[in-house]
């Protein structure tokens, strides 16, 4: 029937009508909070670019973990950021690394929490890229070893799922014949499957120390136009043994992650990344728009499009303002 027998509005007229019939809801257990850990102690080092965003040290990481755990939200996802950096990445790996020993302490001061940590070499690398270098580009197959070792160190210290995030082809595939050979089996990985190389990540990579030294990450992270590629990306993963596939970034790709959600029955995870929220936070600190509304909206966005998991710095905030 049409109008004016069938009037829509009428299911909008109240809260209560409007709470009972939402489709989409947004959930603290939907959420993934990425923290930054550095060397030393006592450290809260703000972001600059990424307003309400800290660098931590391992002790002041315990104590927001601790917070993070409070207000409900079941996972965190832990960058390292060393002091010294070298060419192969030596720290990624490192037994007392400031990622291994950051797991080792969260996982002992808040064992129900989960802790998720992103495997990748260019916060460890001084050059800046995602993995090793020979004759001046990123080698695949020689990264792939590195990547291994480092997903099996943060599986010694503790860490519940592993995250790699370079977009080196086969590295899934070499991290779970890895964690599998080293008694890590029921270890999960997170991959970052279809990772576009990004206008967006440039608050992310002042707070890592992770901007290349040299060219870019367009010869191995996608390029923005290819939606079908994406796919053949995340079929790969999962051939190899992905348990858990990441859109990255969420917004601008939410075409990517709904196909995906139509094309694969498996956990989808989608990274709502550091200029997405930075910008929304510049925004509100100038008055122009909403941004408690205009956050909790982009990540219901997210959840609309398929995501079962959403990475997001606004985590600690949007989870106190959901209603139990």
């Given at each position: 029937?049409?109008?004016?027998?069938?009037?829509?509005?009428?299911?909008?007229?109240?809260?209560?009508?409007?709470?009972?019939?939402?489709?989409?809801?947004?959930?603290?257990?939907?959420?993934?909070?990425?923290?930054?850990?550095?060397?030393?102690?006592?450290?809260?080092?703000?972001?600059?670019?990424?307003?309400?965003?800290?660098?931590?040290?391992?002790?002041?990481?315990?104590?927001?973990?601790?917070?993070?755990?409070?207000?409900?939200?079941?996972?965190?996802?832990?960058?390292?950021?060393?002091?010294?950096?070298?060419?192969?990445?030596?720290?990624?790996?490192?037994?007392?690394?400031?990622?291994?020993?950051?797991?080792?302490?969260?996982?002992?001061?808040?064992?129900?929490?989960?802790?998720?940590?992103?495997?990748?070499?260019?916060?460890?690398?001084?050059?800046?890229?995602?993995?090793?270098?020979?004759?001046?580009?990123?080698?695949?197959?020689?990264?792939?070893?590195?990547?291994?070792?480092?997903?099996?160190?943060?599986?010694?210290?503790?860490?519940?799922?592993?995250?790699?995030?370079?977009?080196?082809?086969?590295?899934?595939?070499?991290?779970?014949?890895?964690?599998?050979?080293?008694?890590?089996?029921?270890?999960?990985?997170?991959?970052?499957?279809?990772?576009?190389?990004?206008?967006?990540?440039?608050?992310?990579?002042?707070?890592?120390?992770?901007?290349?030294?040299?060219?870019?990450?367009?010869?191995?992270?996608?390029?923005?136009?290819?939606?079908?590629?994406?796919?053949?990306?995340?079929r790969l993963d999962l051939e190899e043994g992905a348990d858990i596939l990441m859109v990255k970034p969420a917004l601008p790709y939410l075409d990517v992650l709904a196909r995906a959600r139509a094309e694969f029955d498996v956990p989808l995870a989608a990274y709502h990344v550091s200029g997405e929220y930075a910008m929304v936070r510049a925004a509100a600190e100038r008055g122009w728009i909403d941004g408690d509304r205009a956050m909790h909206e982009a990540l219901i966005a997210i959840k609309r499009a398929g995501a079962d998991?959403?990475?997001?710095?606004?985590?600690?905030?949007?989870?106190?303002?959901?209603?139990?």
């Amino acid at each position: 029937m049409s109008f004016p027998i069938t009037r829509l509005r009428r299911l909008r007229r109240s809260e209560a009508l409007r709470r009972m019939l939402r489709e989409t809801r947004l959930s603290r257990d939907d959420l993934v909070y990425p923290l930054f850990v550095v060397e030393g102690s006592g450290v809260r080092a703000p972001v600059t670019s990424m307003p309400g965003v800290f660098r931590l040290s391992v002790d002041a990481l315990v104590i927001e973990c601790k917070e993070v755990h409070d207000l409900g939200i079941p996972a965190v996802l832990l960058f390292g950021v060393p002091d010294e950096k070298d060419a192969r990445g030596s720290g990624a790996d490192a037994a007392d690394g400031v990622v291994q020993r950051a797991v080792e302490a969260v996982k002992s001061a808040v064992p129900g929490l989960c802790v998720v940590t992103d495997v990748c070499l260019c916060e460890y690398t001084d050059h800046g890229h995602c993995g090793l270098i020979e004759d001046g580009d990123v080698a695949n197959d020689p990264s792939l070893v590195r990547l291994a070792e480092t997903a099996v160190s943060h599986a010694r210290a503790g860490a519940d799922v592993v995250a790699p995030s370079d977009m080196m082809d086969g590295r899934v595939a070499a991290i779970r014949a890895a964690l599998d050979g080293g008694g890590f089996d029921a270890v999960p990985i997170l991959s970052y499957a279809a990772k576009f190389a990004s206008a967006y990540y440039g608050p992310f990579r002042d707070a890592a120390e992770s901007t290349p030294q040299f060219g870019d990450r367009r010869s191995y992270q996608m390029d923005p136009p290819n939606a079908r590629e994406a796919l053949r990306e995340m079929r790969l993963d999962l051939e190899e043994g992905a348990d858990i596939l990441m859109v990255k970034p969420a917004l601008p790709y939410l075409d990517v992650l709904a196909r995906a959600r139509a094309e694969f029955d498996v956990p989808l995870a989608a990274y709502h990344v550091s200029g997405e929220y930075a910008m929304v936070r510049a925004a509100a600190e100038r008055g122009w728009i909403d941004g408690d509304r205009a956050m909790h909206e982009a990540l219901i966005a997210i959840k609309r499009a398929g995501a079962d998991l959403i990475l997001t710095y606004a985590a600690k905030d949007v989870a106190a303002q959901l209603v139990p």
